[in-house]
């Protein structure tokens, strides 16, 4: 049983939902990346999405893009995200999940990225841009390395996909709750409670959803839907609107409580 498998089971018994945020690694910079991610756990986070800057990001909005250009004008590179990583996994015990396009983890080796995550203590790995149909080898390799290979679905994903979607899924199922790139709403699509339902015909996977949520109002729509909700462009501007300052961490820690509700 994996981390992610754990911490869903763990919030079931607890009769709630999960909390999902997600930061940029080396954003503003690796060391305030650190302590963002101390803050999270302490705030409540029950997972933490870390995103590997790549130069490319086609399905991010401009407020993530940003995040990764300021991480990358720092120097980032993924070995030493996956170094910071394992710095953290001595003192962080909520589940990391690994999200990135597949262009930089191709050009780091994927045999090798598996190896190398799973000795920093990496629990899932997102690959936003890998099609379900090409996944069988890469999913295949982390199965043998015990690591949650975790998918997309979308509005527009047929039912014939969302099957393999549920196949070569495990830890929890990402919804998407509308097409487009990652940003802040003022909404939430109609579209999600359809896809959820959609999802729960083929897998009994905890299902995350993400993609514009932002608010309380929005966190709170979703767990009534699913198992957990993804925060990240929301996260990531109030990052941005902290710059430079003393208690950025702890601001990001004061925003996702009162995301949860807290404050």
Known sequence: M???????RQIKDEGRKALIPFVTLGDPNL???????VELEKAGADLIELGVPFSDPLADGPIIQRAQERALREGFTLDKGLALIAELRQKVKVPLVLFSYYNPLFAFGFKHLVQEIKRCGVDGLLITDLSVEEAEEPVKLLRLAEIDSIFLAAPTSTEERIKMIADYSSGFIYAVSRMGVTGTRKS???EVESLVKRIRCHSKLPIAVGFGISAPGHVKQIWNQSEGAVVGSAIVQCIEENLGKSDLAKQVGNFTRWLKGES
């Open 188 to 190: 939430i699509s109609l």
């Open 2 to 8: 994996t981390r992610i498998t754990e911490k869903f």
């Open 31 to 37: 060391e305030e990346t650190g302590r963002i991610i």
